[in-house]
């Protein structure tokens, strides 16, 4: 640590790409009042903070030139179209929402929309004709306190926003499809979602992304979560851009008393990534449970980071975050425990297990734990190896061949956090993520 | 206003229970003005009588200084620090006026604080299998065993001393492990480091007793920058020990030092440190501000490097032993108990850079956190994409007494090879109300109750020192802990 200060020539730049002053006159025209000022407001901050160079803590492994954003265009809000012919798997859920390159479109496939048990609805509409609900909301509770650069840039600069609530006691029955399909039109995709679940409801999200591997895409997302007592929630990510893709995501949730998060992220698409999920388990007797799986293999960059903040006594966090590197990959795992004054009786747990597959992959893990409460209990564990040697020896021993053996062990290895994946065609996706990399 | 002054005095007595070496000796003294500029980088190299190199030396690092801004990356919250405010020379006179060739004696009052803190300095009553370099504030006033290290051909003086007695091997070796480049503070240390100890264990020499320094600052606002330099040739062996200690005063002072350890193939060096800085009262007013690089480089096969410390004392902690493993089959070990208590912030840990084949790492380190304090793990253990079959076992655990502590832990790990197998584990907990309730329950009161579990959680690091050390260094925590647990 002490050849670190290598003096920082500080960037001056603030505008990041195509975000410019010209480009936020041009975003959210005539809408209500209250998103014009949060959109203001985020331009302001945006505008005021510099860059992210390489020199920033949060950006030494991920140098942000790494993402091509001159290369697009802000892009104009999408508009809403009518919802196109079933998609595959769409009969797994009340609420379909593909998002494309031309508009996004909202599918009540059971009507559970138009039967109350849950609102899909773009944020514009939403602060119209829903403004109490929503307005305690806007303000970014979520968000850690210190402003990030494109948690700015997505307010400001936002051109698909979604506001979805389960009422309080309502169990959604088969959850919600939120599925982004871009083909690389050059617009930048600006995604900034709302998660509300009412007291004691319930409900599951499943979040897909995809686009061909020879599409250049750029996403840049913010999501908020926020569960009310006692609510519990299944929040699947399955990240699948193609390797022309570069995405940039911060997603946080609000857990309250007795509330509970399931989330798990599968990370296998884009070029490079830079991702921050977190957790704030806020209330007491709330739960949160995330668990991720990751694999880089050609010149693929993941870095991610995750925060289990525990703002109240009597909170409880699990974490699980397993991944593979291969040739020239690279991932980078940052995971960061916070027990914030006074919350006692905390449990909170955080594994990263990373395979290094190949000489000149690259994993990097750093796990850490900020404590500043006493009575509690929070630890961590991290290990980066290979392929046990001896299971693979033993497999062989019993007639498998070398590559079946390997498959095999990696099956075991991702089906820790797979197994746990509610839609059977996701777990099988996983499956074929890993035998396709492997060269099976 | 008599009732004023006995109130002083029992507070003064009081705290004179938690810091035993807070006294402050009335020494004549030989010093540089405040300030730091190229003058008195010359200064002090007149003062040490150097060799030209070195001064050129000092001052490009001086230049470099120049050019660098205080690292704040830490989690460390302090005041700006003024280095003009500082003086870099102070040494007892006699003593300075030795080094211009008279034999001086020995000033008393220097004799007798080193005394009070219990290290005879005197040849007839050195102790018995530790040779002994007392450094007080700027030079090295004396050094014992000298006859029996120069049978097995040891060098071991101060590092002053060396450079005028060998300067072949000191202009070899000083600044091939921490460059002046490093970093601010140790670029600093390069520029006006006035003492510190050197040793040299020839091919295959076991060194026959352990070597040790035992550091006081005196002088009011000096700062210490003590540069340490200890090469086992190959096959050889060495057991390095260091004490630490400083008066109490209102006013915060600068240390920072720099260690460079260079083990050749098959050489081993163990190096130990009880740190015990004076670390301010209760409110956090005064204290040193221990600022230090230390860095091991095993040069040859199957070198072995082994750093423990016990980091109980200094307001302000920022210290990283590291081992550069860069030789096929070397070892790098660091075993750490980091203790603080009222207002002392310490930001301390490792690194373990792998580069040579079939290098192994442990890394331990057990940090206890009471009252206000904040104590900090920040780690790297990094395998190099040629390093193959590297090995890394790194245990962190964080004890809090408190509920107003913090403690956080930051390791870094990066693996570029796919042969490396890296560990890493940490728990952070309270005192484990079980252990207490059981032990209570054999009739022991609860400070010892939790003296006892306290010790067996630093038991893994403690097994690593001398005896004598382990001893003081249990004796050390018992007397941090007292008070802290309500």
């Known amino acids: 640590m002490s050849t670190i200060d290598l003096a920082p020539e500080r960037a001056v730049d603030t505008v990041v790409g195509p975000f410019d002053e010209e480009a936020f006159n041009a975003c959210g025209k005539g809408e209500p009042s209250l998103l014009r000022a949060k959109r203001e407001q985020g331009f302001h901050v945006y505008k005021n903070l510099p860059a992210p160079t390489s020199f920033d803590e949060e950006w030494r492994r991920t140098n942000p030139r790494l993402f091509p954003f001159a290369d697009f265009r802000a892009g104009g809000a999408l508009p809403r179209i009518e919802p196109d012919d079933p998609g595959e798997h769409d009969e797994d859920f009340d609420v379909v929402v593909n998002v494309g390159n031309d508009g996004y479109s909202i599918n009540d496939r059971t009507g559970a929309i138009r039967g109350g048990q849950v609102m899909v609805l773009p944020l514009a509409e939403a602060s119209e004709s829903c403004a109490d609900l929503i307005e305690p909301y806007l303000n970014g509770q979520a968000l850690p306190s210190d402003w990030d650069k494109f948690v ?29 399909s871009m083909s690389g039109d050059g617009n930048a995709l600006v995604p900034q979602v709302l998660i509300v679940l009412g007291e004691q409801s319930q409900a599951s999200i499943l979040e897909s992304m995809s686009s061909p591997d020879d599409a250049s895409c750029l996403s840049i997302a913010t999501k908020e979560i926020y569960l009310q007592p006692a609510a519990r929630l299944t929040f699947v990510t399955n990240q699948e851009w193609g390797r022309g893709a570069c995405q940039i995501a911060n997603d946080m949730a609000m857990v309250d008393s007795d509330a509970q998060i399931d989330w798990i992220t599968l990370n296998f698409g884009t070029g490079v990534s830079k991702l921050k999920l977190g957790c704030d388990v ?157 060269g099976v | 206003m008599e009732d004023d002054m006995a109130d002083i005095d029992t507070e003064n007595k009081l705290v004179d229970n938690e810091y035993k070496y807070g006294f402050v000796s009335d020494v004549e003294v030989d010093e540089a003005p405040k300030g730091l500029n190229e003058d008195i980088i010359r200064f002090i190299s007149e003062k040490k009588g150097e060799p030209e190199w070195m001064l050129e030396w000092r001052m490009k690092a001086y230049q470099w200084w120049l050019t660098k801004d205080e690292p704040r990356w830490a ?111 140790a670029s600093l240390n390069s520029a006006v480091f006035t003492d510190g100890s050197f040793a040299y264990i020839p091919p295959g020499v076991r060194c026959p007793v352990e070597l040790s320094t035992y550091f006081r600052i005196n002088a009011m606002d000096t700062g210490q920058f003590e540069r340490t330099l200890i090469v086992a040739d190959k096959g050889s062996y060495v057991s390095y020990l260091e004490g630490c200690t400083a008066p109490m005063r209102d006013t915060n002072q600068l240390h920072a030092a720099v260690v460079e350890l260079i083990a050749l193939d098959d050489a081993q060096i163990k190096y130990a440190t009880i740190q015990n800085w004076y670390a301010g009262n209760a409110e956090g007013v005064g204290g040193i501000y221990n600022f230090v690089t230390k860095r091991g480089h095993c040069r040859g096969r199957n070198a072995k490097i082994s750093w423990t410390q016990v980091e109980a004392g200094a307001a302000i902690t ?14 790098g070990e660091f075993y750490s108990v980091a203790i603080t208590n009222n207002r002392m912030q310490a930001d301390t840990g490792t690194k373990m850079i792998h580069i040579g084949n079939n290098t192994k790492s442990t890394i331990v380190s057990k940090g206890i956190s009471a009252d206000q304090s904040k104590n900090t793990y920040r780690g790297m253990v990094q395998i190099m994409p040629t390093a193959e079959n590297c090995r890394n076992y790194s245990i962190c655990d964080s004890m809090l007494v408190g509920s107003e502590c913090s403690a956080n832990t930051v390791p870094y790990i990066e693996a570029e090879n796919s042969s490396a197998i890296v560990e890493h584990e940490a728990t952070t907990s309270r005192i484990n109300e079980d252990q207490l309730f059981y032990i209570r329950s054999r009739g022991i009161d609860e400070e010892s109750a939790i003296n006892l579990v306290v010790n067996g959680f630093c038991k893994e690091v403690f097994k690593q020192l001398p005896m004598e050390f382990a001893v003081e260094a249990t004796k050390l925590l018992e007397m941090k802990l007292e008070g802290s647990i309500g």
């Open chain 1, 282 to 438: 806020c209330g007491s007797g709330a739960c949160a449970e995330l668990d991720g799986l990751f694999f880089c293999n050609e010149k693929q960059h993941i870095d991610q980071k995750t925060l289990q903040i525990h703002s109240a006594p009597h909170t409880y966090s699990r974490l699980l975050y397993k991944g593979a590197v291969q040739d020239e990959g690279h991932s980078v795992y940052q995971g960061v425990i916070q027990a914030r004054p006074g919350a006692v009786k905390v449990d909170a747990y955080q594994t990263n297990n990373n395979l290094v597959l190949s000489n000149g992959a690259k994993a990097d893990t750093i796990p850490g734990l900020l404590i500043d409460a006493d009575d509690l209990k929070c630890s961590h564990g991290a290990t980066i190896g290979n392929l046990d040697p001896d299971q693979v020896f033993y497999m062989r021993s019993r007639g498998l061949a070398e590559v079946d053996a390997r498959r095999l062990l990696m099956r075991g290895f991702y089906d820790e956090v797979a197994d746990r994946i509610p839609y059977a065609w996701v777990r099988d996706q996983v499956h074929r993520h890993v035998d396709a990399r492997l």
């Open chain 1, 152 to 180: 700015a840039l997505n307010d400001a600069f936002w051109n698909f926003g979604l506001f979805i609530y389960v009422p309080p006691g309502v169990e959604l029955e088969k959850g919600i499809h939120l599925k982004y």
């Open chain 2, 318 to 331: 920022w210290k990283y032993p590291s081992c550069i493993l860069q030789g096929d089959g070397s070892t």
């Open chain 2, 75 to 185: 989690l460390l919250d302090y005041p700006e620090i003024d280095y003009q405010d500082i003086r870099y020379y102070s040494a007892p006179k006699q003593m300075s006026e030795r080094f211009k060739g008279e034999d001086g004696e020995l000033d008393p009052e220097v004799k007798r604080a080193f005394e009070k803190l219990g290290i005879p300095v005197e040849e007839q009553e050195r102790l018995q299998g530790v040779a002994v370099d007392a450094v007080f504030d700027s030079v090295s006033v004396a050094t014992t065993h000298r006859e029996v290290l120069e049978e097995h051909g040891i060098i071991f003086c101060s590092i002053s001393e060396a450079m005028r007695e060998h300067p072949d091997l000191v202009r070899k070796y000083l600044g091939s492990v921490v460059p002046y480049t490093d970093n601010f503070f």
